[in-house]
């Protein structure tokens, strides 16, 4: 798949995907929570759309070809993560791809680690419930890697058919 409409989710100040996504014909946009990260953005990349908004209640207007979230879903509030997925999931046009990366644990699990800080919220639905998830949204999942072994950092990549 080439070119289209693309967001990134949690985009933060370097535009590493959405480059990589406009170079591909993509017409791309960034989401974050944080407006310092989205002001960054947008000195880097001022040609870009921008939305500066929690992806918990931010809306999407209209489909996208592709969305990707990297390292950034899991900072959600657990009671959050089922939504925000099949939120991502409808938001997603025939054909869409999603590429996301979660905690690859058996089970939910949420913690606050405060080991650079400030606390920071991690959360899983942990893999079957992540699957299950997607399922109920019409995607279907096209690829789950464990790829930072020791740790349980998985991506996956989906396709709503």
């Known amino acids: 798949m080439m070119g289209g409409r693309a967001l990134d989710v949690g985009c933060g100040c370097h535009g590493r995907f959405l480059r990589l996504l406009e ?3 993509y017409a791309v946009e960034g989401l974050d929570v944080s407006a310092r990260m ?4 947008r000195e880097r990349l001022p040609h870009i759309t921008f939305h500066h908004a929690d992806v918990c209640v931010w809306e999407p207007e209209g489909r996208y070809d592709l969305i990707s ?3 950034c879903l899991w900072h959600l509030p657990l009671a959050r993560c089922a939504e925000v997925l099949t939120k991502l999931c409808g938001a997603l046009a025939p054909g869409g791809v999603f590429i996301f990366t979660f905690g ?6 949420e913690r606050l680690d405060a080991s650079m800080g400030v606390p920071v919220n991690y959360s899983t639905l942990g893999v079957s419930l992540t699957l299950q998830t997607l399922a109920a949204t019409g995607c279907v999942c096209r690829h789950l890697e464990y790829d930072q072994l020791p740790e349980k950092h998985v991506f996956v990549i989906v396709q709503r058919v």
């Open 38 to 41: 989205i002001a960054l953005a």
């Open 23 to 25: 170079l591909r014909g």
């Open 104 to 109: 690859g644990l058996d089970a939910p699990e």
């Open 69 to 71: 979230a990297w390292d």
